[in-house]
C-alpha cells in the first residue's frame, strides 16, 4: 500500500492551493491521515491532522488559512491551502496513520514567492 500525494506547485502569496494524499488500495482503518512539513533549514512540523471521526487539528501558524479534510470510504485526504504566505513554503509529507502502520507519501513541494 502506498500514498499517493499530489497538489503542489509555485504560486504568489495569497494563492491558494489544494493536496491531496490517497491511499493505493483499500485499508479498512486509517486512524489519522495528516501532513507534515518541512523548509529549508527548519524541522520538520505537523501541519494538520485528522482522525477517522474527523476530529482535526492545525498547527496555529496556518490556522484559518488551512483546512484539512477526508473521506474515509476513499481513504484520502485533502488539505485546502488559502492566503498563502512565503513562510509556507516547504515539501509537504502526508501520512497516514493506523494502529500498528504509518504510510508516507512523497514529499510534495510547495513554493511561495513575495
Known amino acids: 500500500v502506498q500514498l499517493q500525494a499530489s497538489g503542489g506547485g509555485l504560486l504568489q502569496a495569497g494563492g491558494s492551493l489544494r493536496l491531496s494524499c490517497a491511499a493505493s488500495?483499500?485499508?479498512?482503518?486509517?486512524?489519522?491521515m495528516g501532513w507534515y512539513r518541512q523548509a529549508p533549514g527548519k524541522q520538520r512540523e505537523l501541519v494538520a491532522s485528522?482522525?477517522?471521526?474527523?476530529?482535526?487539528s492545525i498547527v496555529d501558524s496556518v490556522k484559518g488559512r488551512f483546512t484539512i479534510s477526508r473521506d474515509n470510504a476513499k481513504n484520502t485526504a485533502h488539505l485546502q491551502m488559502n492566503s498563502l504566505k512565503p513562510e509556507d513554503t516547504a515539501v509537504y509529507y502526508c501520512?497516514?496513520?493506523?494502529?500498528?502502520?504509518?504510510?508516507w507519501g512523497q514529499g510534495t513541494q510547495v513554493t511561495v514567492s513575495s
Open positions: 501520512y497516514a496513520r493506523g494502529v500498528d502502520y504509518v504510510l
Open positions: 488500495e483499500r485499508i479498512f482503518t486509517i486512524d489519522q
Open positions: 485528522i482522525s477517522s471521526g474527523g476530529t482535526t
